[in-house]
């Protein structure tokens, strides 16, 4: 399987940004995608965003779009999530994961590999 290290993680005041990278050992061929989910204290993990790694085509959920930008490194190997605009609300700890890509839908049940998560805290 893939090995997944998320970092980027952080202290930020509402309105603030932070980059998250993802970086990747050797894909499979099964890994079409890479995505980001998040899980807040006492809440289930839930997808934020993905790209597919042939066409760099994204998908976002409605609570981060125009905020969250997903994206591609020069090294194959990497995905940023740029995050603007942070929320308290966005406070989570953050995890990167590679598996099946959809234009429509972010399933974790799609992503068999999963990065360690970075923690990100917004104050208020």
């Known amino acids: 399987d893939v090995q997944l290290q998320a970092s980027g993680g952080g202290l930020v005041q509402a309105g603030g940004s932070l980059r998250l990278s993802c970086k990747a050992s050797?894909?499979?061929?099964?890994?079409?995608?890479v995505a980001w989910f998040r899980q807040a204290p006492g809440k289930e993990r839930v997808g934020v965003a993905s790209?597919?790694?042939?066409?760099?085509?994204?998908y976002y959920v409605d609570g981060v779009k125009g905020r969250f930008t997903i994206s591609r490194g020069n090294a194959k190997n990497t995905v940023y999530l740029q995050m603007n605009s942070l929320k308290p609300e966005d406070t989570a700890v953050y995890y990167c994961?590679?598996?099946?890509?959809?234009?429509?839908?972010?399933?974790?049940?799609?992503?068999?590999?999963w990065g360690q998560g970075t923690l990100v805290t917004v104050s208020s």
């Open positions: 790209i597919s790694r042939s066409d760099g085509n994204t």
């Open positions: 050797e894909f499979s061929f099964n890994d079409d995608a």
């Open positions: 994961a590679a598996g099946w890509w959809s234009s429509s839908q972010l399933v974790a049940s799609h992503f068999a590999s």
